[in-house]
């Protein structure tokens, strides 16, 4: 049994947990308890955590004025529906997204908020508003997107096609899924080049294209430059394709910016927000349309509306929790924290390119990556970081920090240590497997 489980529980057959291989796969940690960068477990430990809980607690966990917010609205009104009624908070939130989102004061300004309650969803909503758009303006026959090699937006079946086929999670559902057109991230010219033809030549059939801008997060953890986001946002406004970004990773401060897009000085047509929105504290996602896109909705004819409407749409909750979110981002110091953490980062992380086996580090904002030459001994990985006190979860050829931004001093150069001791041990293993070969 794995040690680092006092106890057997057997209720643990009944939950069938995310990205696992049941029959093998350790037994998950017993958290019990979380507050600021932390998370304690069933035995008493308190883990530092390096990835903020799949990159949503960015205030920490247990922020005082997000619970105190929530608490309030807990008593007034857990969840009313969306369907013919309104509610102060989502109106509240609303505004205020369309008042920081890039591009925001323009004639085209992503004016129009549609709420769900989880990331994918919120690119599902993208997807369906961008082949809506094109059949309400009489074009029926645009229904492809163009997604790049190392993608992620989700794992809903909409979702799943836009994602790497070969890096992703998804080839195993090729042939249930729409097939879309996924190629290289045009950095090169001779890339871009291929990219505007492709443009150019899809008139007919594509509705268009998605990027997470500057991150591609859960397909890599690659980056690519502003200067790249600005000529794909470009090449899309010339050859009037849609350009959807999927914000709901580098979101709310954690590529340094409060959105990675204000980085590129771009403007897309769609953008879809989540993860962070609510500080970490409860499910919410976005999907914000510009003027244009939301134009083409309207009518006296209610078959050219847009047909979507999670149960649990806006829900006052959430959106009580993102206002506050909001507040500790206008009030506070967060993106100067993003820089304090990207200088840390920086330094901390370093030593790492000099051991063997690591192929490259790089750091943008409050993301750190370690990438090593071959996705070798993650499940060892994963455990020893556990034994070290930290939360750090490697996962293909990566090894990454993305804490909360609140992180203290202490605790960020805990993880980097953590990092570097790790990685020299996991390197030191590769030699001693290589010597026995
Ligand atoms: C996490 C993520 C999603 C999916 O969000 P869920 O809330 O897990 O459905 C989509 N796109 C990006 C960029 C993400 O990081």
Redesign the pocket.
């Known amino acids: 049994m794995n040690k680092q489980t006092s106890e057997f529980d057997p209720r643990l057959k009944h939950v069938w947990r995310p990205y696992t291989q049941m029959q093998t796969e350790p037994t998950p940690l017993m958290a019990v308890e979380t507050c600021g960068a932390q998370i304690k477990l069933s035995d008493g430990r308190w883990l530092i955590d390096g990835i903020s809980s ?2 949503t607690a960015c205030h920490g966990y247990n922020h005082e004025a997000i619970i105190a917010a929530m608490h309030k609205q807990l008593d007034d009104m857990p969840h009313v529906m969306f369907g013919g009624m309104t509610h102060e908070p989502a109106l509240k939130l609303a505004a205020r997204l369309t008042q920081i989102l890039p591009g925001s004061g323009t004639e085209n300004a992503l004016q129009h908020i549609f709420f769900s309650d ?6 599902e909503v993208a997807l369906k508003m961008a082949i809506q758009f094109w059949h309400n303006l009489g074009a029926p026959s645009r229904t492809r997107f163009v997604a790049f090699q190392n993608a ?5 079946t909409g ?1 799943m096609a836009i994602c790497d086929p070969d890096e992703g999670m998804h080839s195993l559902f090729k042939g249930a899924i729409p097939e879309q057109i996924i190629i290289e991230l045009p950095e090169t010219a001779d890339q871009m080049a291929a990219f505007e033809k492709l443009l150019m030549g899809g008139q007919r059939e594509l509705a268009a294209v998605i990027l ?1 801008p500057l991150l591609q ?2 397909g890599g953890m690659k980056f690519h430059s502003p200067e790249t986001l600005a000529a794909i946002a470009n090449c899309c406004a010339k050859n009037n394709v849609l350009f959807i970004v ?5 979101g709310f401060g954690r590529t340094g910016t409060l959105f990675a897009s204000e980085q590129a000085n771009i403007m897309p047509d769609i953008m ?1 927000i ?2 962070a929105l609510t500080g970490g504290c409860i ?1 919410m ?1 976005a999907t914000a349309a510009s003027e244009r896109v939301f134009s083409a909705f309207l009518s006296n004819d209610v078959d050219v509306a847009f047909m979507h409407g999670p149960t649990y749409m806006a829900n006052p909750l959430a959106a009580t929790a993102a206002n506050a979110s909001l507040d500790l981002f206008e009030n506070g110091e967060r993106l100067q924290q993003v820089d304090r953490i990207e200088n840390t980062l920086s330094e901390e992380l370093e030593p790492c390119r000099k051991i063997p086996g690591i192929k490259d580090v790089r750091v943008m904002g409050a993301v750190g990556v370690v990438q090593m030459t071959s996705p070798r001994d993650i499940d060892w990985l994963r455990q020893r970081f556990t034994e070290e006190n930290v939360w750090i979860r490697p996962f293909g050829d990566v090894v990454y920090l993305m804490p909360s931004f609140i992180i203290n001093k202490d605790e960020l150069t805990a993880l980097t240590r953590a990092v570097v001791r790790v990685m020299t041990e996991w390197s030191n293993r590769q030699k001693q497997d290589q010597e026995q070969i």
């Open positions: 799949w990159w989880s990331g994918s969803v919120a690119i992620y937006h989700g794992d809903t979702a997470e997060a859960a999927d914000e709901i990773a580098t879809c989540g993860k499910g996602a």
